[in-house]
């Protein structure tokens, strides 16, 4: 699965990193982004852009610390919807269930898992792949900067762990957090005093948490099926030929069974069949491009049994004819001379 960022969290460090002088469309290009992506704060994006947005900035400004300085200046519009729910939360110890319920349905490039231990609590980090030092100091400020800031007191972890080295002196980490921060330890964490979980916030509210709780519920429900429908696409795109596949095939190739794929298909309004339909359209324009393919070889290629099929299909997914089409891309264009 792709790990993705919301896109308020990209559009944050864009202006925060245009306050330190540098120009949001070199960024933009830099990190490989439209800023039509931006436009909606609850889409979420490859996390990649997210990564390559804080290395220019690291490199721009000569500040491998970056990462630890863009989360001190964390305010909860950052996450999203996520960041209302928190901000209304009755305490900081429901804000931390909350965020580690939630937090995967917007950012997905690193878990913070809240964990209670007999003499302590703590937000270990974990993500399945190795990420950037910035990402995980940016998260660690980020959710201390919320607890001081929600709670309007300036508490201190016990003790804070990463697991890569000091990107900067040491003494720049222990002034933010206040407590001892080692480097180089076998995971990162955040400790603190099981206390503070108590700590009321300023701006609690039990019924707004109670329907935004509810919607982000709703959508974990729905975060399975939406990723196999995805995983169904890819599958079928790569793997479209004549005879087409079935949903047993499909389900076989996800690693589940014929019931559950239908379900999930269900949830997201759609179906096997539809979800067929569409791959072949895409791939249809996609091969259409290539003019060493026939629109037969095409045809083949779709999975359709007889050419007629396919420019029926066809005439309803664009209303013209796979040649038309190809005829008028070519003189758009200019590949094509008449």
Request: hydrophobic share 40%.
């Amino acid at each position: 699965m792709q790990a993705t960022v919301a896109a308020s969290l990209i559009s944050a460090l864009l202006d925060y990193l245009q306050t330190q002088g540098l120009k949001r469309s070199t960024l933009l290009q830099q990190a490989g982004l439209d800023s039509a992506a931006l436009a909606l704060p609850q889409r979420t994006i490859e996390a990649v852009h997210y990564e390559r947005l804080l290395a220019a900035g690291i490199a721009h400004l000569h500040n491998p610390l970056l990462g630890l300085e863009f989360g001190t200046t964390a305010q909860p519009e950052r996450w999203g919807r996520l960041g209302f729910l928190l901000r209304h939360s009755a305490t900081l110890g429901e804000a931390l269930s909350y965020q580690a319920r939630f937090a995967h349905l917007v950012n997905s490039i690193g878990e913070g898992r809240f964990v209670e231990r007999s003499d302590d609590v703590a937000i270990e980090w974990h993500s399945a792949d190795v990420v950037m030092p910035a990402v995980i100091e940016e998260a660690f400020a980020a959710w201390l900067c919320f607890a001081r800031w929600a709670s309007g007191r300036n508490e201190s972890p016990q003790c804070v762990e990463f697991s890569h080295r000091a990107q900067g002196d040491p003494a720049i980490y222990r002034e933010f957090f206040q407590c001892d921060v080692r480097f180089s330890c076998t995971t990162s964490q955040l400790c603190f005093d099981p206390g503070l979980l108590e700590l009321p916030l300023h701006g609690a509210d039990a019924q707004l948490t109670a329907y935004v709780s509810a919607e982000f519920d709703q959508k974990a429900r729905r975060a399975p099926s939406l990723e196999t429908l995805r995983q169904l696409q890819a599958w079928l795109l790569a793997t479209l030929c004549a005879p087409p596949p079935t949903l047993t095939d499909a389900a076989e190739a996800l690693q589940i069974n014929d019931r559950t794929l239908q379900h999930r298909l269900q949830t997201q309004n759609t179906t096997f069949r539809q979800s067929l339909d569409n791959a072949r359209h895409t791939l249809a324009l996609r091969l259409l491009v290539d003019a060493g393919l026939s629109i037969g070889d095409i045809s083949h290629r779709l999975g359709f049994s007889e050419q007629s099929a396919f420019q029926r299909a066809f005439k309803r997914w664009t209303g013209v004819t796979p040649l038309a089409w190809r005829r008028m891309r070519y003189e758009r264009t200019g590949l094509l001379n008449e």
